[in-house]
């Protein structure tokens, strides 16, 4: 039995990581959530803080930076997994721990690769939603990092919404459905 795929998507601050918690939180499933922001700075951790404390105590956290796939294979059937956010995990890919402006690690071929494989786990009938930044609709990237950047990530979106049974634009915190599809 196939999964749903259910994609958030919005600009920084719109409030669509709140949006996708109510989506978990309703299906009355047990929510697995998992959190791909690295801690490396003071202004980071008080946005994880406030994520944290955000979050209901019950829900189960894993923080993975990288293998999001692995954590979604071990995941249990029936479970909801709640990923936030998919474009600090295409940037953690992309270069793989290394700390540079310059030069990414990994093609984005094989980022979007990867992508594929994660819009395809809910063949094996886990529930997964996926919060993701629309940063397409700004103002270009100065430098050639920062387009290949917003190029992977509008890429990456492609794929998800393609495979997604549901997708969602969220603007100044309104949820705007522009996908759906019903269940069979």
Known sequence: MKGKLTLVLGGSRSGKSEFAEKIAESSGKNIIYIATAAVRDEEMAERVKLHRERRPKDWFTVEEE??????LSRGGKGDVFLLDCATIWLTNLLFNGQCSE???VVSGAKILEEVVRLAETVENGLDLIIVSNEVGLGIIPEHPLGRLFRDLAGKANQV???KADSVYL???GIPLEIKSQPQN
Do not use: I
Request: charged content about 20%; cysteine-free.
């Open 66 to 71: 990288k293998d999001v796939l692995g954590v």
């Open 160 to 162: 998800l919404a393609a």
């Open 102 to 104: 310059h030069e990414p």
């Open 170 to 172: 969220v603007v100044a």
